[in-house]
T-cell receptor, first 114, second 112 residues
Framework: DAMVIQNPRYQVTQFGKPVTLSCSQT?????MYWYQQKSSQAPKLLFH???????NEADTPDNFQSRRPNTSFCFLDIRSPGLGDAAMYLC?????????????FGPGTRLTVL | KQEVTQIPAALSVPEGENLVLNCSFT??????LQWFRQDPGKGLTSLLL?????REQTSGRLNASLDKSSGRSTLYIAASQPGDSATYLC???????????FGDGTTLTVKP
């Protein structure tokens, strides 16, 4: 029944070692988001896709990249993780059309950087 | 700058109490507002979505209201239960294609 799926749920990487987080959705939604959330803070938008159109937030570090090969999948690549990148990474989707335009979130991936 | 504020940051109530969580936004020209619940270490669960043309939405023991003129939304929880303990976040969108601006959340503890 899961609608937004994130793998893995927990990821441990070493300082500077590239890591990829994945998100998939069964909702056929146009819009997919990646957020970073640190403890007791609001989710911070990194980037989003509207279909294939990529939208990067101005303050998202170059260290973070994303790919969306098809409607269902979206990936977050962290090229050289630093200690400050340890956080919960949340994927979300939204229809992009119609009135009932809720965001649906996945369970998140907790990233630890050693 | 479009800002969203949730006060208080934390709230503790005894089981059975009715309570209100607050969300304030600086720009009243919103498109919609969404309330979420987040349990520790988990993702966000959507609770209610209010369109700009609506005044309130209800789901079970939850009722969310929207007053654009005062830049405020409230989430009313009736007959609170320990299982309601979580962080509650509101998110405001200003256009259909735009991003959401989140508040920092209110962490609710309901004591048995």
């Amino acid at each position: 029944d899961a609608m937004v799926i994130q793998n893995p749920r927990y990821q441990v990487t070493q300082f500077g070692k590239p890591v990829t987080l994945s998100c998939s959705q069964t909702l056929n939604h146009n819009v997919m988001y990646w957020y970073q959330q640190k403890s007791s803070q609001a989710p911070k938008l990194l980037f989003h896709y509207y279909d294939k159109d990529f939208n990067n937030e101005a303050d998202t570090p170059d260290n973070f990249q994303s790919r969306r090969p098809n409607t269902s999948f979206c990936f977050l690549d962290i090229r050289s993780p630093g200690l400050g990148d340890a956080a919960m990474y949340l994927c979300a989707t939204r229809s992009g059309s119609g009135l009932h335009n809720e965001q649906f979130f996945g369970p998140g991936t907790r990233l630890t950087v050693l | 700058k479009q800002e969203v504020t949730q006060i208080p940051a934390a709230l503790s109530v005894p089981e059975g109490e009715n309570l209100v969580l607050n969300c304030s936004f600086t720009d009243s020209a919103i498109y919609n507002l969404q309330w979420f619940r987040q349990d520790p270490g988990k993702g966000l669960t959507s609770l209610l979505l209010i369109q700009s043309s609506q005044r309130e939405q209800t789901s079970g023991r939850l009722n969310a209201s929207l007053d654009k003129s005062s830049g405020r939304s409230t989430l009313y929880i009736a007959a609170s239960q320990p299982g309601d303990s979580a962080t509650y976040l509101c998110a405001v969108r200003y256009t259909n294609a735009g991003k959401s601006t989140f508040g920092d959340g209110t962490t609710l503890t309901v004591k048995p």
